[in-house]
């Protein structure tokens, strides 16, 4: 695992934004596997910035998200489907038809995870996926657990990751507790991955990934198997 450790949140994101961009100008048709929380934020408005100065080009470009909550309206504020819409695709020049988040309308919740991981299996897998990490060292909705899901799966969340994501609702009991999400072999399919981890708050997880060894009590330690991984972080996270 390659790391970059950066000395701001702003810097993180100016060098993640580097990164994406240049898989998209290898590869102008490229497969994005995209993540939603408040960490890739700065990434997207550089992305969008790049874009919009000719730097780079979504024309061609396919997305496909990490997760989604479960139940949720796609139109609703908290979904991730109105989070990448506001923070990048309604910024840049992509097709809307060709960004693909999981359907939290969906009726049926286990159906949607099998048509969404059978597109994604259809597509070769990501070019590039973007992750951030939780504080306990969960990646997408892929918690801690005695075992882990490889394919997308509809998952309960865990009362950490409520807690963690209650500041966005107007209180801890409007989040949704379940979500559907790509599994852990969704995820290292893609042919490159990228993790973004910024503040304090994340260090202990960091610590915990960059052990070198594999355990489902830290999800995101399995990307230990992947042998194209680049983590930014930043001076906080990395050392604490």
């Given amino acids: ?68 909550y479960y139940p949720i309206s796609p139109d609703n504020d908290q979904s991730y489907r109105y989070f990448m819409n506001k923070n990048l695709f309604d910024r840049v020049n992509i097709d809307k038809s060709r960004t693909h988040v999981p359907d939290g309308s969906a009726p049926d919740g286990e159906k949607e995870a099998e048509r969404y991981e059978n597109y994604v299996r ?46 966005f609702f107007k209180s801890a009991d409007e989040v949704p507790t379940h979500a559907l999400t790509m599994g852990m072999g969704t995820i290292l399919s893609a042919k490159k991955i990228i993790i973004i981890a910024t503040g304090a708050n994340k260090h202990e997880a960091v610590k915990q990934m960059l052990k070198g060894t ?27």
Avoid at 14 to 41: D, F, R, W
Wanted: net charge negative.
């Fill in 1 to 68: 695992m390659k790391v970059i450790v950066c000395k701001t949140y702003e810097e993180a994101s100016l060098e993640s934004a580097k990164i994406v961009a240049e898989v998209m100008k290898n590869k102008p048709n490229a497969i994005l596997g995209l993540a939603t929380g408040s960490t890739p934020e700065g990434m997207y408005s550089e992305l969008a910035r790049m874009n919009k100065e000719g730097e780079i080009d979504f024309k061609d470009i396919t997305t496909v998200n990490l997760d989604e």
């Fill in 122 to 167: 259809s597509l070769g897998g990501a070019d590039i996926q973007v992750l951030g990490i939780g504080r306990n060292g969960h990646i997408a909705f892929n918690e801690p657990d005695e075992e882990l899901v490889p394919v997308t799966h509809v998952t309960s969340l865990t009362a950490d990751t409520i807690d963690a994501n209650a500041r």
């Fill in 214 to 240: 594999c355990t489902t009590k830290c999800p995101a330690s399995f990307l230990n198997l992947h042998k194209d991984v680049v983590l930014v972080c930043d001076e906080a996270a990395y050392n604490g």
